[in-house]
T-cell receptor, first 111, second 116 residues
C-alpha cells in the first residue's frame, strides 16, 4: 500500500524550516527519502530502518517513529537548492521487495 | 552526471514496433530495478533483479520484458506498447542484492518514451 505523504506542496523563503511527513498503515521495514528536481533523476537522501533512528544529511534530517509507522523529513534553514519534489519510499515488513513511493511533496524555496 | 547510464534518452515508437531500453552501472551493485514514472507522479516499481535473477515482477504486462545479461547491464524489451505506456522509464541499482529496502538506490536519468 502506497505511503501517504503530507503536505502536497510547501513554499518557503530561504532560511525557513519545513517538515514533510510520510506514514503507512502497515508495519515498515524501512523508509527512504529522495529528492527529484524537474527533468532529473531522483537523488537518494537517506534511509531509516526500523529501530527509531534519526539521520542527517547536511541540514536535512529525518526521523522514524516505529510505533506510529511514520517518518518525518526536516528541512532546516532551507537553501534555494532544496527546491524539488521529495518522495518517501517504503518497504513493509510482510512483503519483501514491495517498495513503493509516496505521491511526493513539492518544495519551492524562494529568495 | 549519474553513475547509472540509460540509453536512449528519448524514444518514440509506434504501437507495432519492437525496441529496447538499456541500463548500465559499473559500481558493482548486485540489485537493479526498472521504474515507470508518469508526469507529476512518483516512480512505480516494475521489476527487481537480484544477483541477475528476476526477483520482483509487479504484475507488469507481458509487453514489457526485462533481461539482465550480466551484473552490470539491464535491458527492458518493449513490444506492442499502448499509448498509456508513454512515460519516463527509470533504471536504478543498489549495492546489496539481498534487500530492496535497506540499500540506497542510485537512479539513472531515464528514457523518455512516447508511443504513437
Amino acid at each position: 500500500q502506497q505511503p501517504v505523504q503530507s503536505p502536497q506542496a510547501v513554499i518557503l523563503r530561504e532560511g525557513e524550516d519545513a517538515v514533510i511527513n510520510c506514514s503507512s498503515s502497515k508495519a515498515l521495514y524501512s523508509v527512504h527519502w529522495y529528492r527529484q528536481k524537474h527533468g532529473e533523476a531522483p537523488v537518494f537522501l537517506m534511509i531509516l530502518l526500523k529501530g527509531g533512528e534519526q539521520k542527517g544529511h547536511d541540514k536535512i534530517s529525518a526521523s522514524f517513529n516505529e510505533k506510529k509507522q511514520q517518518s518525518s523529513l526536516y528541512l532546516t534553514a532551507s537553501q534555494l537548492s532544496y527546491s524539488g519534489t521529495y518522495f518517501c519510499g517504503t518497504e513493509v515488513t510482510d512483503s519483501w521487495g514491495k517498495f513503493q513511493f509516496g505521491a511526493g511533496t513539492q518544495v519551492v524555496v524562494t529568495p | 552526471d549519474t553513475e547509472v547510464t540509460q540509453t536512449p534518452k528519448h524514444l518514440v515508437m509506434g504501437m507495432t514496433n519492437k525496441k529496447s531500453l538499456k541500463c548500465e552501472q559499473h559500481m558493482g551493485h548486485r540489485a537493479m530495478y526498472w521504474y515507470k514514472q508518469k508526469a507529476k507522479k512518483p516512480p512505480e516499481l516494475m521489476f527487481v533483479y537480484s544477483y541477475e535473477k528476476l526477483s520482483i515482477n509487479e504484475s507488469v504486462p507481458s509487453r514489457f520484458s526485462p533481461e539482465c545479461p550480466n551484473s552490470s547491464l539491464l535491458n527492458l524489451h518493449l513490444h506492442a506498447l499502448q499509448p498509456e505506456d508513454s512515460a519516463l522509464y527509470l533504471c536504478a541499482s543498489s549495492q546489496d542484492g539481498e534487500g530492496v529496502g535497506n540499500q540506497p538506490q542510485h537512479f539513472g536519468d531515464g528514457t523518455r518514451l512516447s508511443i504513437l
